[in-house]
């Protein structure tokens, strides 16, 4: 494999995809629960690293038709992501501003991922 084969890491919205998940990660690290409630936890790791992670498989795919399934994929997760993080706000897990930043660069990623699938579109 060469560096050309890996181009989507020159992606920024995979990059910023990289960022949400770091941000998540340390939030579900840094949670005030007594940690009996694992498999949420490790749901919303999951669900945050999907999103960079559906972006690089779709753009592997050499595909623009599936490419944007992965996308679709990939905003699904990040959506899931928020969802996630909602509810350890409201359990009291993390704090409003964590909630907020999530909620933030949640958005702007969706809007990226949105404006990526229009212009595959518009190229099909």
Known sequence: MNAKEL?????????????????VITAVEDNTSDRKHYRLLEQAESAATSVSSNIAEGKGRYSKKEFIQFLYIARGSLYETISIMTIFYQKGWINKEVLDNVESEGLALAKMINALIKSIKEKI
Do not use: V
């Open 7 to 23: 181009n989507f890491k020159e992606l920024t919205i995979w990059q910023k995809a990289i960022d949400f998940a770091e941000m």
